[in-house]
């Protein structure tokens, strides 16, 4: 099977139900994409599909095919993507584990919507957990990082 | 293509320095490079070790050890912030190494909120002495007096004719120079302090943003096999019969394997289950799913938590074992005016970190290496070593990032699967839990009951107060016959009661084991600040005052209080009481400052039962002071959490953002438990599995925060922990000024749905 990986072609020989999660983690050694639930739960394994917030841990490799996949490790060329940027300025991580997964919803809702109000990064961020409580940071750096997608026009290395 | 970077390979640290660019001059903070592939830079490859914790490199490059693990609360930051202070190193050109599980270190048990106060003297004299070698080094460079050599921002500089060395240039003279006695060191004054008190980046943020922070699930290690294990669901239980033949055809299956566990008490000992070991996780997790094993018999397959609580309850109500008993308990609750009484309940609950438990380990005939998420590297040799029949120093402990720890962490029963497992594969084995583990055989916070009652004079004044608790012991998970709560864990909120009542008596009551039991972020202090500062609100409402006022004439003067009586000895967190007193001045000033935040003359609808109102509760715990001030608003049944409001004295607070960011996922983890966590047990097994049924607050629950500091010069004390036991009280406190009604069982989800 042939994947589009954050620009990259990579010819994988596994199970065509295999999970993108652990086609990515242990078969590609790309582990910023993190196991949270396995069940959709967590958002965790969040990555994008053709631009689009999926959960890796519920989609086949084989939807993949065809398709632009982006994982956190592509979210930007340079690590400067608006978000990660207003994350380091804004603190957010505390043991790290789930921000793979919440920047990756995030960068897909501010692609949508550079200057979302607080109900709309509720929804669009309510399926990501967090279990050590950055939930604020996290909305802080998004209404902080808006404006500059907006400029960027979105820099997605996909 | 795998990203070999990622992979563990013997390299020399020559070709592995060159493999990762550490070696490379202007080194940045959080390099992308995994925590737990980062060498000790040891003197080979040019750096000179200046002591256990400090190595300078040529380039300037300072090295500086982390001994203890990093699970969110960013010690890889505090620490070496501390050290970097008083060495007067350049904290851009400070390299964070992860340490290797060691005991000169001393203790690496990354658990009960004491990094910062255990080791915040330590670390300053790591740095201190460092610092003199390298001034004494340049003394002799110069052939000057040393006096007149003083370390500032990475060089060392003659004051007298302003030249100066880079620290790289010093650090080969400086490694040979004697290492100074304690009693010539100078510490900083508060004054000069650069990094200390400051906020500083956080080392780990670059790399977790990026995706490169390396986790214990992310490990990967040439030719390692991935087990998966299905486990005994019933504790004490052991397999009784296997048919693995469907398992065992998937493909990429490569073998199946029993652990035999169901030894109590549970200790660390990894529970009966079997193996499905494969090349990749997926296939290890479907072809689980293909096994049949019939489990045997345990005597706990009729323990049914529901009516467990619902004993515990009863038994509360009766007389039960004396622990502390001052003035006559019994007397001024007969004579009391008024008299009040309530019982509160707090289920099971679980850790569930973001990340699951997982460990690799290479395990030969001779050694072990680890490499794992865990809280405690030195237990780990030690458990490890005992299940191979090695000694701690053959086990290798590598610690990666945790993602998330709250006490789960630090027990390494998962460790000792990986362990056993590579010894029977002969090769390297990671051990993946999934969310089903992690939340079905999990060490749990005990399911508890308490009771209080208490007489008031016409005053509205208390005159008696007397507390029973019944709860699960961790004690059972060590020794067998534990069946009461254990005095250290009527220290955490219990028996170091602050009141200055005259007539109070703590006792505890029997509560059995039915699972493992283990120690969850602030431990009992949960259900003890629930039922202590929830009571405390019921009687400020019988006595017909506002709460604050109420809690001040409670505390009464302010005055040092020991708690110890008779064979009750008060444990302080491991702290003696002379440098970390009970003060009720700072509880009282916490107090005051908490119910600023508040208005407690708001009264919702108390006929609806509709409307807003605000709580607040203020505990003592892991040497700190913490009140929280919640407003909710209810309707229709509907729990909000519109805003809530911490106030902390934590002692000297070493990075302020840190300690802030620590105190509002207290926040969050403290709104998980009191609104939505319950861990249920029927016919001995839990019947929780994932995120769905053992729920966690998400952001839309989640209210504006607010972290209010007291500015401190006390002793560094605890933050990772004593957040959270206000949390819940506050939030009860709350509803029953909003609505009139009293909940005294957690979670609040049983009586009203959480917005
Ligand atoms: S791991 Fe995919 S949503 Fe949790
Ligand atoms: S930062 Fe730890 S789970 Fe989000």
Known sequence: MQLIINGATHETDVDEDMPLLWLLRDELQMTGTKFGCGRGLCGACTIHLDGRPVRACLTPASAARGKAVTTIEGLSKNSDHPLQQAWIKHNVPQCGYCQSGQLMSAAALLQDNPNPTDSEIDRAMTGNLCRCGTYPRIKAAIKSAGQFVNAAGGNEDA | ?755
């Open chain 2, 1 to 755: 293509m795998p990203d070999s970077s990622k992979q563990i390979r013997n390299v020399s640290r020559r070709s592995f320095l060159k493999l990762t660019g550490l070696a490379a001059g202007g080194l940045v903070l959080g390099s992308a490079l995994p925590g737990w592939q980062r060498p000790w830079a040891s003197p080979t490859g040019g750096n000179s070790e200046l002591n256990l914790f400090i190595s300078i490199a040529p380039d300037d490059t300072v090295s500086i050890i982390c001994h203890r693990s990093e699970m969110g609360q960013g010690i890889r930051t505090g620490l070496p912030q501390v050290v970097a202070d008083e060495l007067e190193a350049d904290w851009q050109k400070v390299q964070v190494v992860q340490g290797l599980g060691d005991k000169r270190y001393g203790s690496q048990n990354t658990d009960g909120s004491r990094s910062i106060r255990r080791f915040y003297d330590t670390m300053r004299r790591m740095g201190a002495s460092a610092r003199t070698m390298l001034e004494n080094a340049a003394a002799q460079q110069w052939q000057v007096p040393a006096g007149e050599c003083k370390a500032t921002s990475h060089r060392v500089v003659h004051t007298p004719t302003g030249r100066s060395f880079r620290f790289g240039e010093l650090a080969a003279p400086a490694a040979s120079q004697p290492v100074p006695g304690d009693k010539d060191l100078q510490l900083k004054g508060s004054d000069d302090f650069r990094y200390i008190g400051k906020p500083v980046n956080t080392v780990d943020t670059p790399a977790m943003v990026t995706g490169a922070a390396d986790f214990g699930q992310d490990v990967s290690i040439d030719n390692m096999l991935i087990a998966s294990i299905e486990r005994a669901p019933v504790l004490g239980s052991s397999i009784k019969k296997l048919d693995d033949s469907a398992a065992r055809k998937v493909r990429g299956v490569v073998a199946i394997e029993r652990l035999d566990g169901g030894a109590e008490p549970p200790l660390f000992h990894p529970l009966s289950g079997v193996a499905v070991l494969a090349t990749n996780t997926w296939t290890a997790l479907k072809a689980r799913r293909k096994l049949q094993i019939d489990w045997s018999d345990s005597d706990h397959l009729g323990h049914n938590s529901d009516a467990y609580l619902e004993k515990m309850q009863q038994r509360v109500r009766e007389p039960g074992k004396t622990i502390t008993d001052h003035g006559d308990v019994q007397k001024a609750l007969a004579s009391a005016s008024r008299d009040h009484e309530a019982v509160y309940t707090v289920p099971y609950l679980a850790h569930a970190t973001m990340e699951p438990p997982s460990a690799t380990a290479m395990t030969t005939d001779s050694s072990c290496e680890i490499w794992a998420c865990v809280q405690d590297p030195q237990s780990v040799q030690q458990h490890v070593g005992n299940a191979l029949g090695l000694e701690p120093e053959q086990v290798r402990v590598n610690v990666t990032l945790l993602g998330g720890g709250f006490g789960r962490k630090s027990k390494p029963d998962f460790v000792i699967e990986a362990a056993l497992l590579s010894r029977k594969m002969k090769r390297p084995v990671k051990v993946v839990w999934s969310r089903e583990d992690d939340i079905r055989h999990d060490y749990y916070h005990a399911a508890s009951a308490e009771y209080y009652r208490a007489g008031l004079d016409s005053d509205g004044r208390v005159t008696g107060w007397l507390q029973r608790a019944a709860f699960p012991s961790i004690g059972g998970t060590f020794s067998a016959g534990v069946d009461h709560p254990a005095g250290f864990e009527l220290d955490l909120g219990f028996a170091d009661l602050p009141f200055a009542v005259d007539n109070h008596r703590s006792e505890t009551q029997q509560a059995e084991y039915h699972a493992r039991i283990g120690w969850l972020r602030s431990v009992a202090n949960i259900q003890n600040a629930f039922g202590r500062c929830s009571f405390a609100d019921e009687l400020a409402h019988a006595a017909g005052k506002p709460a604050d006022r109420f809690l001040l004439e409670l505390i009464g003067p302010d005055r040092l209080v020991d708690p110890s009586q008779g064979d009750y000895k008060y444990g302080n967190y491991g702290e003696p009481l002379e440098k970390f007193p009970l003060d009720t001045g700072r509880l009282k000033e916490v107090l005051r400052r908490t119910a600023a935040r508040a208005d407690l003359t708001l009264r919702g609808d108390q006929q609806s039962g509709n409307g807003e109102g605000w709580g607040i509760a203020v505990h003592r715990s892991f040497l700190s002071y913490v009140g929280i001030a919640t407003r909710v608003r209810v309707q229709d049944n509907r729990l909000e959490i519109m805003e809530m409001h911490a106030v902390a004295d934590v002692g000297l607070a070493v990075n302020p953002d840190r300690v802030k960011s620590q105190m509002e996922g207290s926040m969050i983890f403290g709104m998980s438990l009191a609104l939505l966590g319950e861990i249920r047990m029927e016919d001995g097994a839990v019947s929780n599995s994932n995120f769905h049924d053992y729920q966690l607050l998400r952001m839309h629950q989640s209210p504006p925060l607010e972290v209010e500091l007291v500015d401190s010069q006390e002793a560094p004390a605890g933050v990772g922990e004593p957040g959270v036991p206000p949390v819940a009280p506050s939030i009860a406190n709350a509803v029953f000024a909003a609505t009139g009604k009293r909940y005294r069982e957690l979670p609040l989800k049983k009586h009203l749905s959480i917005g």
